[in-house]
């Protein structure tokens, strides 16, 4: 089992910016990949970036250049720095961390980033 625990969302205005942190408990050890997803109202969860074991990061178009996501692994957590934000960043964004092609996959509670223009 992973307990996995967000924080840093908020209220922001454009341009503003924000970082998430994903803290994470237990057995991580199989854990070879971690992600930031994203669901606003009325639409489909959508991956935001990932970074695997060896360090190999991807992100959606919409936020290259402008989110990065970062692991400390001496704390066991997650980052996602997001910086110039626009209204269109605004939801409900979730940890991730699994491993690749199993059932090992574990979730945050999700936490809200609400960008005013």
């Known amino acids: 089992q992973v307990h996995l625990v967000e924080s840093g969302g908020g209220l922001v205005q454009a341009g503003g910016s924000l970082r998430l942190s994903c803290a994470a408990s237990?057995?991580?050890?199989?854990?070879?990949?971690l992600g930031w997803y994203r669901q606003a109202p009325g639409k489909q969860r959508e991956l935001v970036a990932q970074i695997t074991s060896g360090g190999t990061t991807n992100y959606a178009d919409s936020v290259e250049g402008r989110f990065t996501i970062a692991r400390d692994n001496a704390k066991n957590t997650v980052y996602l720095q997001m910086n110039s934000l626009k209204p269109e960043d605004t939801a409900v964004y979730y940890c991730r961390w699994y491993r690749v092609g199993t059932g090992y996959d574990y979730w945050g509670q999700g936490t809200q980033v609400t960008v005013s223009s």
């Open positions: 237990g057995s991580i050890s199989r854990i070879n990949a």
